[in-house]
């Protein structure tokens, strides 16, 4: 049975399939779409906020992990809206338009302009949507939620600036890492696993992600949270920044240093480039192609991701068992299944 997964260089060529299409959409296109996912940054605050606000008081002080996990459960379900349905996300177009960038299918420039009109783009949607939907709504007005929601905006804004550029570094690694198990999976309920684990795991623990403090310190200043919005840009600048380091370097420069390693050591001149250098290439999803059309397109993308450094990494395939063969040199690495873009 085949494994309906991208990885490796395949991994790579859909991720700047994405970089590509999200350079080319209009500034009003980006900033819609910006907007739209702080429409679902929102509806998961919302969801996260009145799970882990309804525990009542005394129990949330004696047991802390019960809203952690109540937050934890609900507010990455926004990712999956934003994924599975559509919108732009700043935190993850960190690595996704840098990793386009990095293999010069777009411009410095637009790299920029994209995480800039994004980032406005999902600010006004926070704060717009905060407003309609958690504030007039009079949904946290009353205890046990109004002391949660207050509570959660003054933790925000009181840690140290390096505090929150650490803990931005985390969160960001974690859901950029969900972002590419996502689009790793080739069937929706892989995808649906993948983007919930990772920014479950940087809830539980506590980091701060910028877009989604965006909802939180917003909504709890219309609580009355004893902050200031002063406060929720100094949150804001460091765990923006935090963001980019975990989504640019950490995830992103990863992704793409492990996929086009060139070894510095002399004796390891002649190394090939390419992900076989760093893991093997598995199956993708299952499709009509023949197995000799898999392995035209799949020899079409290794020797442009390897960039014709070194010897070429040879597919080959095989009929009767449906099988592609990919035959770097002293190396010899399989999968089922058919390889295709995103």
Same mark, same amino acid.
């Given at each position: 049975?085949?494994?309906?997964?991208?990885?490796?260089?395949?991994?790579?060529?859909?991720?700047?399939?994405?970089?590509?299409?999200?350079?080319?959409?209009?500034?009003?296109?980006?900033?819609?779409?910006?907007?739209?996912?702080?429409?679902?940054?929102?509806f998961? &605050?919302l @969801?996260?906020?009145? *799970? /882990? !606000?309804? =525990?009542?008081?005394?129990?949330?002080?004696?047991?802390?992990?019960l809203?952690?996990?109540?937050?934890?459960?609900?507010?990455?379900?926004?990712?999956?809206?934003?994924?599975?349905?559509?919108?732009?996300?700043?935190?993850?177009?960190?690595?996704?338009?840098?990793?386009?960038?990095?293999?010069?299918?777009l411009?410095?420039?637009?790299?920029?302009?994209?995480?800039?009109?994004?980032?406005?783009?999902?600010?006004?949607?926070?704060?717009?949507?905060?407003?309609?939907?958690?504030?007039?709504?009079?949904?946290?007005?009353?205890?046990?939620?109004?002391?949660?929601?207050?509570?959660?905006?003054?933790?925000?804004?009181?840690?140290?600036?390096?505090?929150?550029?650490?803990?931005?570094?985390?969160?960001?690694?974690?859901?950029?890492l969900?972002v590419?198990? &996502?689009? @790793?999976?080739?069937? *929706? /309920? !892989?995808? =649906?696993?993948?983007?919930?684990?990772?920014?479950?795991?940087?809830?539980?623990?506590?980091?701060?992600?910028?877009?989604?403090?965006?909802?939180?310190?917003?909504?709890?200043?219309?609580?009355?949270?004893?902050?200031?919005?002063?406060?929720?840009?100094?949150?804001?600048?460091?765990?923006?920044?935090?963001?980019?380091?975990?989504?640019?370097?950490?995830?992103?420069?990863?992704?793409?240093?492990?996929?086009?390693?060139?070894?510095?050591?002399?004796?390891?001149?002649?190394?090939?480039?390419?992900?076989?250098a760093?893991?093997?290439?598995?199956?993708?999803?299952?499709?009509?192609?023949?197995?000799?059309?898999?392995?035209?397109?799949?020899?079409?993308?290794?020797?442009?991701?390897?960039?014709?450094?070194?010897?070429?990494?040879?597919?080959?395939?095989?009929?009767?068992?449906?099988?592609?063969?990919?035959?770097?040199?002293?190396?010899?690495?399989?999968?089922?299944?058919?390889?295709?873009?995103?």
């Open positions: 049975m085949a494994v309906d997964m991208l990885s490796g260089l395949l991994l790579e060529d859909a991720i700047v399939h994405n970089a590509v299409h999200k350079a080319q959409n209009t500034p009003d296109k980006t900033f819609f779409l910006g907007m739209l996912a702080g429409l679902w940054i929102t998961g &605050g @969801a996260g906020l009145s *799970a /882990a !606000g309804g =525990i009542p008081i005394d129990v949330r002080n004696n047991w802390p992990i809203p952690k996990l109540g937050l934890a459960i609900f507010f990455p379900t926004a990712l999956h809206f934003i994924v599975l349905f559509g919108g732009e996300l700043f935190t993850g177009n960190t690595m996704i338009v840098l990793i386009g960038w990095l293999n010069k299918k411009t410095l420039k637009k790299m920029l302009l994209n995480w800039f009109i994004v980032y406005i783009g999902n600010f006004c949607g926070c704060v717009l949507f905060a407003y309609l939907f958690g504030y007039l709504t009079q949904v946290f007005e009353h205890e046990p939620y109004l002391s949660y929601v207050q509570s959660i905006a003054v933790t925000k804004t009181h840690y140290g600036w390096g505090v929150i550029f650490l803990k931005g570094i985390v969160a960001n690694t974690c859901v950029c969900g590419i198990l &996502g689009l @790793a999976s080739r069937d *929706a /309920a !892989g995808k =649906i696993l993948a983007l919930w684990f990772p920014p479950v795991i940087f809830v539980l623990m506590g980091m701060e992600h910028v877009i989604a403090n965006q909802f939180f310190v917003n909504i709890g200043l219309m609580y009355g949270a004893d902050t200031t919005i002063g406060k929720m840009w100094y949150n804001q600048s460091a765990a923006a920044l935090g963001n980019l380091v975990g989504g640019a370097l950490v995830l992103g420069l990863s992704e793409h240093v492990m996929n086009h390693w060139k070894s510095p050591l002399p004796w390891h001149k002649d190394h090939p480039r390419g992900s076989l760093a893991h093997d290439i598995e199956s993708t999803r299952r499709a009509k192609e023949t197995p000799s059309q898999i392995s035209s397109s799949a020899n079409s993308i290794m020797n442009i991701f390897t960039g014709h450094h070194g010897p070429k990494i040879e597919v080959t395939s095989d009929p009767e068992k449906d099988n592609v063969t990919l035959r770097p040199p002293m190396a010899s690495h399989h999968f089922n299944g058919t390889p295709q873009m995103v």
